[in-house]
T-cell receptor, first 117, second 113 residues
Framework: GAGVSQTPSNKVTEKGKYVELRCDPI?????LYWYRQSLGQGPEFLIY????????DSGLPNDRFFAVRPEGSVSTLKIQRTERGDSAVYLC???????????????FGPGTRLTVL | GENVEQHPSTLSVQEGDSAVIKCTYS??????FPWYKQELGKRPQLIID?????GEKKDQRIAVTLNKTAKHFSLHITETQPEDSAVYFC????????????FGGGTRLMVKP
C-alpha cells in the first residue's frame, strides 16, 4: 500500500513569508507526528495528533509554528514569518494508534526540505 | 524530558566486519527503543526495535541489546555489506508521557569494500 507522502518535496521561500507543508499519512493511521531534522542531526519532535486533536505540541519552537489535522487524516504544518533558522527537512510520520502494541511503529514520509533565503 | 546520546558519530569498517553503535537515554520511564536507517536524501526506515521487557532481539545480521539498569542500548550489525552504509539513528519513546520519539544524533556508518 501507499506509504506516508509529503508535499512539496522542496520549498524555497524568502524570510518573512508564510509556508504550508502537507502530510498524507497511511490510510487508517490515527496517530500523526511532525519532526524537524537539521543537517547532520537526528529528527526533533514538533507535534503529534491523535485523531483530529493535537495531543502534544510541546516541541513547537514558538508561536510562528502551527499544525492542523481537521478531518483526522491529512495534516498541514504552517509556519508564519519564516526565518533562516527554520531551514531544515520537515518529516511527518504516522502510526496505527498509540500505545505499547507492536503495530505502533512510526512510518516516516520522505520529508519536505524547506530553505528560507 | 528524555535525552538520548549516541556514539560514535562516524564509524568506518571493512566489509565483513561487525559494527556496534551505542546509545544512552536519561528517562527511566522510556520503554520502547527503535533503530532507524536513513540513506542520503531518503526517509528514516525502521530496521529493528526493542521493548523494555526484553534484553536482546535479533533479526538476521542485526541485533539490539538493552540494559535497563544502565539505561543504554546498542545496535550490532554483523557481516557488514556496502549497502549497510547509511546514517543510523537510535530513539527512545515514553508511552506514558507522550508518544513522540527522542532521537540520538546519528551515526554515519561507512562500509568499505
Amino acid at each position: 500500500g501507499a506509504g506516508v507522502s509529503q508535499t512539496p518535496s522542496n520549498k524555497v521561500t524568502e524570510k518573512g513569508k508564510y509556508v504550508e507543508l502537507r502530510c498524507d499519512p497511511i490510510s487508517g493511521h490515527t496517530a500523526l507526528y511532525w519532526y524537524r531534522q537539521s543537517l547532520g542531526q537526528g529528527p526533533e519532535f514538533l507535534i503529534y495528533f491523535q485523531g483530529t486533536g493535537a495531543a502534544d505540541d510541546s516541541g513547537l519552537p514558538n508561536d510562528r509554528f502551527f499544525a492542523v489535522r481537521p478531518e483526522g487524516s491529512v495534516s498541514t504544518l504552517k509556519i508564519q514569518r519564516t526565518e533562516r533558522g527554520d531551514s531544515a527537512v520537515y518529516l511527518c510520520a504516522s502510526s496505527p494508534g498509540v500505545g505499547y502494541g507492536v503495530y505502533n511503529e512510526q512510518f516516516f514520509g520522505p520529508g519536505t526540505r524547506l530553505t528560507v533565503l | 524530558g528524555e535525552n538520548v546520546e549516541q556514539h560514535p558519530s562516524t564509524l568506518s569498517v571493512q566489509e565483513g566486519d561487525s559494527a556496534v553503535i551505542k546509545c544512552t537515554y536519561s528517562d527511566s520511564a522510556s520503554n520502547y527503543f527503535p533503530w532507524y536507517k536513513q540513506e542520503l536524501g531518503k526517509r528514516p526506515q525502521l530496521i529493528i526495535d526493542i521493548r523494555s521487557n526484553v534484553g536482546e532481539k535479533k533479526d538476521q545480521r542485526i541485533a539490539v541489546t538493552l540494559n535497563k539498569t544502565a539505561k543504554h542500548f546498542s545496535l550490532h550489525i554483523t557481516e557488514t555489506q556496502p549497502e549497510d552504509s547509511a546514517v543510523y539513528f537510535c530513539a527512545a519513546r515514553t508511552f506514558n508521557a507522550g508518544n513522540m520519539l527522542t532521537f540520538g544524533g546519528g551515526t554515519r556508518l561507512m562500509v568499505k569494500p
